[in-house]
């Protein structure tokens, strides 16, 4: 379709998310997390020979990261998170698939960062090795390139990344793909919604870096704005990868916002923040981060982040938050992580995590390893809990959350602590929660 091969040609570096590394023309993300490496007998940067089928009382599952590349800041943590879960499934004895217990094989696999590398991944993984299951996605593109080759080659595909919405359109999306976590729109959505819900903001000044990102945020942002009467806003858009951002903060600032909404992205937010403090940004009014992750946070330095609110997909650290089921379900998360680990989990690990979890679920429910029939269990049972509370899919393929995101507010140097990690990674802590209707679109948005 046209639109596809726009969408695989325009975007760069798209995750949340939302929310991936950096990506050119995307700042480059910092720094890269230094987890175990992505080691196995299966993972491997080069084409692997033809394999057979899985030994008998096995069944494959594929899992697709960048561990090299512009995206390997958050792939290197995405496969930790899919082996943490293939080890843990077998170390309980394996899959049930019609009353027989199933060990998995994964086959892991780098993406390199470059969507036609993924394509070729993928084949291997599907064709030559047989798994008729995959998680994957460091960056958007690769996402989006990875739900075109499933249409041709029928698979169940969870993205764990942040993709761009029209992923879940229905003149886009294959009949078995699904994304775990969110679009890169719906970032905007939230931090719209709770800036001026929650946060009472009638005047904000949006700094958005101008490319995919920046403009998958402001969609989203404009599209709630039409439902905020009297909520006035002021786009700012600020060269990527420029070292100098202030001329552009002042701009900002000259709107005399009740809030400045902060887009930008890795390298850039670092720098950002960073001029924000030394010109004073923060006096004259509050900075919200549309979408915090830990490859560039930890990189913000502790002065720079302290008061500095932003929305968080998930945190390591959810102590506070009023929910005791969502903390005790984060805190043995996080305790399973961090044996042999010495830093925390990003967001993008734990829905890897939770993206293998739900791959088992959907063969155990279909006793089936068929794509169709594992897809078709999860949309007849699709609730399910996690780290991040109540979930539940969606007809489109993605997750309604019952906690869209969390706001946090950073920390400074004296209250950074390291007796659980290394003290960059207590860059925040809970204060709020984005639990409105706003965040994900209606199904009649999608074209359902």
């Given at each position: 379709m046209n639109i596809t091969k726009r969408l695989i040609g325009m975007i760069g570096l798209l995750t949340i998310l939302i929310v991936q590394a950096a990506c050119a023309p995307a700042p480059t993300a910092t720094p890269v997390p230094t987890t175990k490496p992505a080691a196995s007998s299966s993972a491997s940067s080069v084409a692997a020979p033809t394999a057979a089928?899985?030994?008998?009382?096995?069944?494959?599952?594929?899992?697709?990261?960048?561990l090299t590349g512009s995206g390997a800041a958050i792939g290197t943590g995405q496969m930790e998170g899919a082996k943490m879960a293939i080890d843990e499934i077998n170390k309980n004895g394996g899959i049930n698939i019609g009353g027989v217990k199933m060990k998995i094989e994964g086959v892991y696999r780098d993406d390199e960062s470059n969507p036609q590398v993924a394509v070729a991944r993928f084949n291997?993984?599907?064709?030559?090795?047989?798994?008729?299951?995959?998680v994957a996605g460091s960056l958007g593109n690769i996402s989006i390139a990875i739900n075109e080759e499933v249409k041709k080659t029928k698979t169940l595909f969870i993205a764990t990344n942040g993709v761009p919405e029209d992923f879940f359109k229905k003149e886009v999306k294959a009949p078995t793909s699904l994304c775990i976590v969110a679009a890169s729109e719906w970032a905007g959505r939230g931090a719209g919604a709770y800036m001026a819900d929650q946060m009472k903001a009638k005047r904000i000044a949006n700094f958005m870096p101008d490319y995919s990102i920046g403009q998958g945020t402001m969609k989203g942002f404009e599209a709630v704005m039409k439902d905020r009467k009297g909520v006035e806003f002021q786009t700012i858009w600020h060269p990527v990868n420029s070292p100098d951002l202030t001329s552009y903060l002042i701009k900002a600032l000259e709107y005399k916002p009740d809030v400045v909404f902060v887009g930008s992205w890795g390298a850039d937010a670092v720098n950002a923040l960073k001029q924000a403090l030394e010109m004073g940004a923060g006096k004259k009014a509050p900075l919200f981060h549309f979408w915090l992750m830990n490859a560039f946070a930890t990189g913000i330095p502790a002065n720079a982040m302290e008061g500095v609110k932003g929305q968080m997909f998930w945190?390591?650290?959810?102590?506070?938050?009023?929910?005791?089921?969502?903390?005790?379900?984060?805190?043995?998360?996080?305790?399973?992580?961090?044996?042999?680990?010495?830093?925390?989990?990003?967001?993008?690990?734990?829905?890897?995590?939770?993206?293998?979890?739900?791959?088992?679920?959907?063969?155990?429910?279909?006793?089936?390893?068929?794509p169709d029939k594992m897809y078709a269990a999860l949309?007849?049972?699709?609730?399910?809990?996690?780290?991040?509370?109540?979930?539940?899919?969606?007809t489109d393929g993605a997750v309604v959350y019952k906690y869209s995101t969390w706001i946090v507010a950073g920390k400074g140097e004296s209250e950074r602590k390291s007796d659980r990690y290394p003290t960059k990674f207590?860059?925040?802590?809970?204060?709020?929660?984005?639990?409105?209707?706003?965040?994900?679109?209606?199904?009649?948005?999608?074209?359902?």
């Open positions: 089928p899985a030994a008998a009382g096995t069944v494959k599952i594929g899992a697709m990261y960048s291997e993984i599907v064709k030559d090795q047989k798994a008729t299951a995959l945190y390591h650290d959810m102590r506070g938050f009023s929910d005791a089921d969502v903390v005790n379900a984060s805190e043995e998360f996080v305790k399973k992580w961090m044996d042999g680990r010495k830093e925390p989990p990003d967001p993008y690990a734990m829905s890897t995590y939770y993206g293998v979890m739900e791959i088992a679920r959907a063969m155990e429910l279909s006793k089936s390893t068929d949309m007849a049972n699709p609730e399910w809990k996690g780290a991040k509370g109540p979930a539940k899919w969606r207590d860059f925040a802590k809970i204060v709020d929660v984005y639990s409105g209707d706003a965040f994900v679109p209606p199904l009649s948005a999608m074209g359902y």
